[in-house]
C-alpha cells in the first residue's frame, strides 16, 4: 500500500488549492481515506474522510462548506478540494489509508499503518 499526496503549495487567503492521494497497492474499497493535517505546535487534525464503498463523507466542523472530498476509484485517487483558505489551514496534509472505513477518523486516534509523505500548505492574507 502506497500513498502519494500532490497538489499543495501557496495561496492567498480566500483562494483555493486541490490536494490528491493517489494510491496502489489496493483499491478503495478496502479502505477509508482520511486528510490529515499539522500546523507547527499544534496536534495533529483530523480534516475529512472519504468511505467510497458506502459512499460516506465526513468534515471537521473548521472545514466544513469549505472543502469538499471526492474520490476516482478508477484512478485510486482521493482528492480534497480546498476553496475560501484561511490562515490557519496552513499545515502540512497528509493522507491514509483508515481499515475502519472512516471509523478510527471518527474516534479522533489518527493510527494508520499506512500514510503518505505529507504535503505543505500555506496561506497568506
Known amino acids: 500500500v502506497q500513498l502519494v499526496e500532490s497538489g499543495g503549495g501557496s495561496a492567498q487567503a480566500g483562494g483555493s488549492l486541490r490536494l490528491s492521494c493517489a494510491g496502489s497497492?489496493?483499491?478503495?474499497?478496502?479502505?477509508?481515506i482520511v486528510w490529515i493535517r499539522q500546523a507547527p505546535g499544534k496536534e495533529r487534525e483530523g480534516v475529512s474522510c472519504?468511505?467510497?464503498?458506502?459512499?460516506?463523507?465526513y468534515y471537521s466542523d473548521s472545514v466544513k462548506g469549505r472543502f469538499t472530498i471526492s474520490s476516482d476509484s478508477a484512478k485510486r485517487t482521493v482528492y480534497l478540494q480546498m476553496n475560501n483558505l484561511k490562515r490557519e489551514d496552513t499545515a502540512i496534509y497528509y493522507c491514509?489509508?483508515?481499515?475502519?472505513?472512516?471509523?478510527?477518523?471518527?474516534?479522533?486516534?489518527?493510527?494508520?499503518?499506512?500514510w503518505g509523505q505529507g504535503i505543505q500548505v500555506t496561506v497568506s492574507s
Open positions: 472519504i468511505n467510497s464503498s458506502e459512499g460516506k463523507i
Open positions: 491514509a489509508a483508515d481499515p475502519r472505513y472512516c471509523t478510527t477518523y471518527a474516534s479522533g486516534l489518527y493510527e494508520y499503518d499506512y
Open positions: 497497492g489496493f483499491t478503495l474499497d478496502d479502505f477509508g
